[in-house]
């Protein structure tokens, strides 16, 4: 079995204005050698070398570690890179170097020697003129010097450069360079920002080095009117590079609200308000960034809605807007053009665009193919139709719900402008041939209801999603439905006559969705619920919808039997050997009321247990457990698939033996979803990841 990534295109936006979307980006890094290009690391799915005509290769996928946050280049030559990342699942944190005494640096990366002492590095500093490097860590500011060329040969010693009047656990989230720094050896200062901090003299630090020791002085930071901006949370720093005297610093104030732009022009030891833009929106613990431009006449900063840039040191703030869905909300990254000081790279949950030709009064030109095959997709749930060959939908992270016919683009379903959730596939019984059926979940606040959009072959109408209604209610209708569908519908019907068609559970309540044989009046109708203050973490019914297997967060299965008028069974479990603690059901895949599999977290370590039709007992040749399992699903009773943040496993007898089933995949996989679909052009092993979009095999 041989993985293949899914995806061809990314979210096309708008055809005629090559606009696109893709996954959440966290940092770029423009390259200004004749290669040109630049680099994007994406929250959770790796570095990205993206050329200037926007070919995107994948350059971390043997990375042990792809939760990224940070790039910087290094002092030797244009393709010496460092890239740092952050805890995410069994993604390692380290950090990253690009070998430059190979001939492709950027396509050849070794972890630094001497791993820096952090839990996460938010943000890494290289001065070049003196070969050193500062992170802003989780537990303090730590600094290095740079060995010498090839560095990425040499070892990396780290010193605790914390201000001595600060807890060294507190999280420092700014760097920024300062003043005074000379090839000649002329030593200047630094700037950094805490994650917590208070003003106006525990929040920015400026330190520069004496006898080998980086010792950081408290800066002045205005204060705001009223307690508001008396907290920091987290904190963003920027300095112009032609004059570092002049820097810029943003933040929140602790619970995710818009604190302030503030202002230096001493270098960081002195640090005045701005003034405030017009609704930047919240969740600045999640979206911020800064940058000033190389000859410092354009600021710029990010935040949830948008970016919002200034031409007057900071004395107005202007957002910016277009009309050709180029660009996204929630903003993380934000670096000008080293070459072209009125180029700007936008990083947001929405991928990567540019805007050029920055200026007062001037009209920017929009870029956002830089996205067009970064497949970055945060994916929660992925499915394919078993009608059309190709079609498949998926719910992303800030990205709505979506569908593509491949080897097409993923378009939007609807335009919700939210994040999207579930997505599964059903073939009414009656339906016109080359038809199904989508049921789709998107959420925002709070969570939206289930809906349904007719497939007509490979096509969804956009916009022509109908509520799915509760029968008898209330509720009314449903949303966050842990959901999966009936393989072969027909072999129960409702009172109405109508087959089941998938099953589904909130909290402790379980429902079956039914539909009429032409797939109208699609419904949700209960079926059941289990015991307690449990929730429903996974569902399968079996093939016909005879009987209904759901698992809950407290590590109980049940199952619930047609006519689905009785109490839930509480099926028996044989605790597996070694495991130790609470657990939680992570997944499910029925076949018959007597034969079943499932996937079963005790914390970190996972169990594949199998249903015998008397007791769940793990299965003789359990899979390496020093991961949870996130999904499980089966072709049949002997071939079976289960998935971790890391590698994908599989077996052909039934859980006797089990091998890796990771060619083509990346390392680290942050895998949410397996799910088999046969469609007319054969059988595939779908793999729906929490970064690296959508992944196939053939069977």
């Not at 001595?164 to 630094?190: C, H, M, R, Y």
């Not at 969740?283 to 600021?299: E, L, M, P, R």
């Not at 019984?429 to 606040?445: F, H, I, M, N, Q």
Request: overall charge negative.
């Amino acid at each position: 079995m041989s993985w293949q990534q899914a995806d061809i295109l990314a979210i096309q936006m708008s055809a005629n204005a090559d606009s696109w979307n893709t996954g959440h980006v966290d940092d770029i890094l423009k390259f200004t050698d004749e290669q040109g290009g630049l680099l994007a690391a994406a929250n959770t799915g790796g570095v990205w070398a993206i050329t200037s005509i926007s070919q995107a290769i994948p350059v971390s996928d043997m990375w042990p570690g792809t939760s990224m946050n940070s790039l910087a280049a290094g002092p030797d030559g244009p393709r010496h890179v460092y890239a740092a990342t952050w805890p995410y699942n069994s993604s390692q944190v380290g950090l990253f170097e690009t070998d430059t005494s190979t001939g492709a640096p950027t396509l050849n990366w070794r972890l630094v020697k001497n791993a820096p002492p952090c839990g996460s590095i938010n943000k890494v500093l290289v001065i070049p003129q003196v070969r050193r490097i500062v992170l802003a860590c989780d537990s303090g500011v730590y600094w290095s010097s740079i060995p010498t060329a090839p560095s990425a040969n040499g070892t990396y010693n780290w010193t605790n450069a914390t201000p001595a009047n600060v807890d060294k656990g507190i999280t420092f989230s700014g760097l920024a360079i300062g003043p005074g720094w000379t090839t000649q050896g002329g030593e200047g200062t630094i700037a950094a920002s805490k994650w917590g901090g208070y003003a106006p003299g525990a929040a920015i630090y400026y330190g520069s080095w004496s006898g080998g020791t980086l010792q950081f002085t408290a800066s002045t930071v205005q204060q705001g009117s009223g307690n508001l901006f008396l907290a920091i949370g987290r904190s963003s720093l920027a300095s112009c590079s032609s004059n570092p005297n002049i820097m810029f610093a943003v933040a929140e104030d602790g619970n995710s609200n818009f604190a302030g732009v503030w202002k230096s022009i001493d270098g960081g030891t002195n640090w005045s308000m701005t003034t405030f833009p017009t609704n930047p929106g919240q969740q600045g613990g999640y979206n911020q960034a800064i940058a000033i431009s190389s000859d410092c006449k354009i600021v710029a900063f990010g935040w949830q809605n948008g970016t919002f840039v200034s031409y007057d040191g900071g004395g107005s703030w202007n957002p910016l807007a277009n009309s050709d869905s180029h660009l996204h909300a929630d903003v993380h990254a934000l670096t000008f053009d080293p070459s072209n000081p009125t180029t700007l790279f936008i990083g947001s949950d929405g991928g990567l665009a540019s805007a050029s030709g920055l200026g007062a009064g001037s009209t920017p030109t929009f870029r956002s193919n830089w996205s067009r095959q970064l497949f970055v997709q945060q994916i929660y749930h992925a499915d394919g139709s078993s009608i059309s060959g190709g079609l498949v939908s998926a719910g992303l992270q800030d990205n709505g719900v979506v569908y593509a016919s491949l080897p097409g683009a993923w378009q939007h379903v609807t335009n919700c402008d939210c994040d999207g959730r579930w997505s599964r596939f059903i073939v009414p019984r009656g339906a016109p041939s080359g038809d199904s059926t989508l049921l789709e979940e998107e959420w925002g606040a709070p969570d939206w209801p289930f809906g349904w959009a007719m497939a007509n072959g490979n096509t969804i109408t956009y916009n022509s999603q109908q509520g799915i209604p509760v029968n008898p209610g209330p509720p009314s209708s449903l949303g966050n439905v842990v959901t999966d569908v009936v393989r072969h519908p027909g072999g129960y019907q409702n009172g109405s006559g109508q087959s089941i068609y998938a099953a589904g559970g909130i909290g402790n309540q379980v429902y079956g969705l039914f539909a009429d044989d032409d797939g109208s009046n699609v419904n949700w109708e209960p079926i059941g619920q289990i015991g307690g203050s449990q929730n429903v973490t996974a569902i399968s019914p079996t093939y016909n919808g005879q009987s209904v297997f759901v698992g809950s967060d407290q590590g109980n299965i049940y199952r619930l039997d047609a006519p689905y008028t009785g109490s839930a069974l509480q099926l028996t479990i044989d605790t597996p050997s070694g495991a130790k603690g609470s657990s939680q059901i992570s997944g499910l895949a029925a076949f018959y009321s007597s034969i079943a599999y499932a996937t079963m977290n005790y914390g970190n370590t996972g169990y594949v247990m199998v249903w015998n039709g008397a007791t769940w007992e793990a299965v003789s040749g359990n899979p390496p457990n020093n991961l949870p399992f996130s999904s499980i699903a089966a072709e049949d009773i002997n071939n079976v698939f289960v998935s971790t943040s890391g590698p994908v496993y599989d077996t052909h007898d039934g859980g006797s033996t089990w091998n890796l089933a990771t060619i083509g995949l990346p390392i680290i996989t942050q895998a949410n979803e397996l799910r088999v679909v046969t469609d007319p052009n054969g059988t595939y092993l779908y793999l729906a990841t929490f970064g690296r979009s959508l992944w196939r095999a053939k069977l």
